[in-house]
């Protein structure tokens, strides 16, 4: 399926002529709580509808499967024609839900614009959906149906973004490059794709938390979309799977807990052996890979770039030991017990144990 895409600031300019193309008569608008408004979405959006809209935001930060069914239930009782998801990453996937709901029951494809206020979640370019059951992390999607008919990707919405969020959603579009770019899944372009990222992200998430300007902020939104663009290639890895039970079960935002291992993870892979290399490709091409990974971030080895992505988070203002985020030794294995997604763990290009994710956790404590 062809994406449209409208980037930069003032984009959002475009809703209008994509609701005049669609001929929509009837908009469901899916939006995040109070950051709506405060971003600047709300007044930059409804002021360019012409038509009537209902907006459902009644959703958690991790969204739970009843409520994505909720928000099915109010689209179905409305005859809407046009679906907007605006926001983070869990605004989008309920939206991108609530299209895949409807094409379920009734086999209509209803058009979906993803319109995101934070740089992370690349939710915009993905056709996978993250919601929760319980404590447990599902994912659904399908490329010719849940990837957005359109994405309207605005820097302005970003501008006011705290900086702690803006750390954790950034620090998610680092760890989906870096996984992307060492999958097991990865092609040519889905490298090409997490390289941008990398070097963006590299030189404007730091400047675009700590002394924010446009220029930071529009690379910082460009590099997210891109990371999506990635993923939606290659998926993610081990250390997604590993960051959603530390979701889930101890509160830690996403972003923030997949780059908890992202370093450990860069020097475990980069010991693979013929034994244990799960890519096709072989343990010398992992190795060279990982070589590759650390050369995008300025370095030669992978002990270094650990070092500099603990760095990094440190100077984002956000913690890098589990105890210091309430995790304590049973955590741990909590983590374990929860964390081997089989899908996403399969996607390491070097097999990961309980034993291995242990020491890795344990020296992260």
């Given at each position: 399926?062809?994406?449209?895409?409208?980037?930069?600031?003032?984009?959002?300019?475009?809703?209008?002529?994509?609701?005049?193309?669609?001929?929509?008569?009837?908009?469901?608008?899916?939006?995040?709580?109070?950051?709506?408004?405060?971003?600047?979405?709300?007044?930059?959006?409804?002021?360019?509808?012409?038509?009537?809209?209902?907006?459902?935001?009644?959703?958690?930060?991790?969204?739970?499967?009843?409520?994505?069914?909720k928000?099915?239930?109010?689209?179905?009782?409305?005859?809407y024609?046009?679906?907007?998801?605006?926001?983070?990453?869990?605004?989008?996937?309920?939206?991108?839900?609530?299209?895949?709901?409807?094409?379920?029951?009734?086999?209509?494809?209803?058009?979906?614009?993803?319109?995101?206020?934070?740089?992370?979640?690349?939710?915009?370019?993905?056709?996978?959906?993250?919601?929760?059951?319980?404590?447990?992390?599902?994912?659904?999607?399908?490329?010719?149906?849940?990837?957005?008919?359109?994405?309207?990707?605005?820097?302005?919405?970003?501008?006011?973004?705290?900086?702690?969020?803006?750390?954790?959603?950034?620090?998610?579009?680092?760890?989906?490059?870096?996984?992307?770019f060492?999958?097991?899944?990865?092609?040519?372009?889905?490298?090409?794709?997490?390289?941008?990222?990398?070097?963006?992200?590299?030189?404007?998430?730091?400047?675009?938390?700590?002394?924010?300007?446009?220029?930071?902020?529009?690379?910082?939104?460009?590099?997210?979309?891109?990371?999506?663009?990635?993923?939606?290639?290659?998926?993610?890895?081990?250390?997604?799977?590993?960051?959603?039970?530390?979701?889930?079960?101890?509160?830690?935002?996403?972003?923030?807990?997949?780059?908890?291992?992202?370093?450990?993870?860069?020097?475990?892979?980069?010991?693979?052996?013929?034994?244990?290399?799960?890519?096709?490709?072989?343990?010398?091409?992992?190795?060279?890979?990982?070589?590759?990974?650390?050369?995008?971030?300025?370095?030669?080895?992978?002990?270094?770039t650990?070092?500099?992505?603990?760095?990094?988070?440190?100077?984002?203002?956000?913690?890098?030991?589990?105890?210091?985020?309430g995790?304590?030794?049973?955590?741990?294995?909590?983590?374990?017990?929860?964390?081997?997604?089989?899908?996403?763990?399969?996607?390491?290009?070097?097999?990961?144990r309980?034993?291995?994710?242990r020491?890795?956790?344990?020296?992260?404590?």
């Open positions: 399926m062809n994406q449209k895409e409208f980037f930069g600031f003032g984009s959002i300019s475009h809703l209008v002529e994509i609701l005049r193309l669609e001929k929509s008569q009837k908009v469901f608008l899916v939006t995040g709580k109070a950051s709506y408004e405060s971003c600047g979405a709300k007044k930059a959006i409804e002021s360019r509808l012409s038509v009537p809209f209902f907006r459902f935001s009644d959703f958690s930060p991790n969204p739970k499967f009843e409520e994505i069914q928000g099915y239930e109010e689209f179905r009782q409305g005859d024609d046009f679906i907007m998801g605006v926001g983070g990453g869990s605004a989008i996937d309920v939206a991108k839900a609530i299209k895949m709901f409807n094409y379920d029951e009734s086999g209509k494809k209803v058009p979906l614009v993803a319109i995101p206020t934070t740089a992370g979640s690349g939710s915009e370019a993905t056709h996978f959906i993250v919601y929760y059951r319980g404590k447990e992390k599902q994912s659904q999607g399908s490329l010719n149906l849940t990837l957005p008919d359109y994405a309207i990707i605005d820097p302005e919405f970003i501008l006011k973004l705290p900086s702690k969020i803006s750390a954790e959603t950034g620090l998610d579009a680092l760890s989906q490059a870096v996984e992307s060492w999958s097991v899944n990865s092609t040519e372009e889905s490298r090409v794709y997490a390289s941008q990222a990398i070097r963006l992200l590299n030189e404007n998430l730091k400047v675009s938390v700590n002394n924010p300007n446009m220029q930071s902020k529009q690379a910082v939104m460009r590099a997210a979309n891109l990371a999506g663009k990635a993923i939606n290639l290659s998926k993610t890895t081990a250390c997604h799977a590993v960051a959603y039970p530390i979701t889930s079960y101890f509160g830690v935002a996403h972003g923030h807990a997949a780059a908890l291992t992202l370093g450990e993870m860069f020097i475990f892979n980069s010991f693979v052996t013929n034994e244990d290399c799960s890519d096709s490709r072989g343990a010398d091409y992992v190795k060279d890979i990982i070589k590759e990974l650390a050369k995008l971030f300025g370095f030669l080895t992978a002990e270094e650990n070092k500099y992505l603990s760095s990094l988070m440190i100077d984002l203002g956000l913690e890098t030991r589990l105890s210091n985020l995790i304590n030794r049973e955590g741990i294995e909590t983590i374990i017990k929860n964390g081997f997604t089989p899908e996403r763990v399969k996607n390491n290009p070097r097999v990961l309980e034993e291995d994710l020491a890795m956790l344990t020296r992260i404590y």
